[in-house]
Nanobody, 115 residues
Framework: QVQLVESGGGLVQPGGSLRLSCAASTDIRSINIMGWYRQAPGKRRETVATISNGGTANYVVAVKGRFTISRDNANNTVNLQMNSLKPEDTAVYYC?????????WGQGTQVTVSS
């Protein structure tokens, strides 16, 4: 069982930045893929960014060049640096972990981009 706890959400103005962190209860080197997903009101949950335990990162087109996902193996965390935020980035952001057998989700953290 892997527990994931997100932090770092909040209210930010358009063009601003936020850094989300996801703390895992286990050694993340044992987790194949970790990622961030988001769900806006009335919309389906979508992938934002993923990173493999080898460090390969992938991003949805809408956030490429603005968001950066990274793994901190020493602290068992995965971070999402979000720059140049837009109102359409407003959503609940969820951390996700995929092992060879199971999938785990955090409780989510709200990100609101508004002036």
């Amino acid at each position: 069982q892997v527990q994931l706890v997100e932090s770092g959400g909040g209210l930010v103005q358009p063009g601003g930045s936020l850094r989300l962190s996801c703390a895992a209860s286990t050694d993340i080197r044992s987790i194949n893929i970790m990622g961030w997903y988001r769900q806006a009101p009335g919309k389906r949950r979508e992938t934002v960014a993923t990173i493999s335990n080898g460090g390969t990162a992938n991003y949805v087109v809408a956030v490429k060049g603005r968001f950066t996902i990274s793994r901190d193996n020493a602290n068992n965390t995965v971070n999402l640096q979000m720059n140049s935020l837009k109102p359409e980035d407003t959503a609940v952001y969820y951390c996700n972990a995929k092992t060879g057998y199971s999938e785990y989700w955090g409780q989510g953290t709200q990100v609101t981009v508004s002036s």
